[in-house]
């Protein structure tokens, strides 16, 4: 109904909402290496979005809902913390990023803050400024694609 009043069809709708799911489906099924190459746009036939980029950063903050577990646990192997300690900083390096994807790294950053401690602490580290620094670049990024924006809707309009 709202559709037509809006300009959309049910089938741009519907369409966009099927490729959201295929988007969803398809990083569910990743592990932290496949995540990591979608990221840096490595994967062929699978462009890296920014809905892709959130989705990644949201598996890895979500519990799990059979086990009520968050992705990363304190007992697991220091490879696999490294891998998602380093995915989230490629994410944050992404031309892709937005204020969503920000929120998410912060999110991340609270859910895994005694696991981010424990291995700074053990592998003389420094993860969480790390993180920090990544968030900033981000916001950055954010900045500089938003003056970019507001400056091409500037020369449109002369």
Request: charged share 35%.
């Amino acid at each position: 109904m709202f559709g037509s009043i809006l300009g959309r069809k049910k089938e741009e709708i519907s369409t966009e909402d099927k490729e959201h799911q295929e988007l969803v489906e398809k990083i569910s099924k990743m592990n932290l290496t496949e995540m990591r190459s979608y990221i840096n746009n490595k994967i062929k036939d699978f462009e890296v979005s920014e809905d892709g980029l959130n989705e990644v950063l949201s598996k890895l903050i979500t519990p799990d809902a059979k086990t009520n577990n968050y992705y990363i646990k304190a007992d697991d192997m220091d490879s696999k913390k490294k891998k998602a300690f380093d995915l989230v900083l490629s994410a944050a390096k992404n031309k892709k990023v937005n204020v969503v994807t920000v929120e998410l790294m912060q999110k991340f950053m609270d859910v895994y803050k005694e696991i981010i401690a424990n291995y700074d602490k053990e592998h003389k580290e420094i993860y969480e400024s790390r993180f920090k620094d990544a968030i900033e670049l981000a916001l950055m990024n954010i900045t500089q694609k938003s003056e970019l924006k507001n400056k091409m809707n500037v020369l449109q309009q002369n």
